[in-house]
């Protein structure tokens, strides 16, 4: 695989991941507080079943990292992302 077809298929799997609301606002929570604990973004973005917010940071995994039981959005990854200058 090449650096071009590697950049499109992350950029996929990252506008993939962002098409679904609740995970937008997971990811918009978690970067505002710099970190959050598991239940902090179940109250936050309104996900009343443990299982679905398990499966969205699941999803967002090329976007947040989990450490010592918070997520934090991965800053490494977002600016790889940005254009070359």
Partial sequence: MD???ESESLE???FKT???????DILRFVGE?????FTEIKKSVQIED????SYHLNTL?????Q????????RTRTRSLQPNR
Avoid: G, Y
Avoid at 50 to 53: A, D, F, Q, R, V
């Fill in 50 to 53: 443990s299982s679905s917010l």
């Fill in 12 to 14: 996929e799997s990252i």
């Fill in 18 to 24: 962002l098409s679904n609301q609740k995970r937008r």
């Fill in 61 to 65: 995994q090329t976007l947040v990292t």
């Fill in 33 to 37: 507080n710099k970190q959050a604990s």
């Fill in 3 to 5: 650096i071009e077809t």
């Fill in 67 to 74: 450490k010592k039981r918070k997520i934090q959005p991965l």
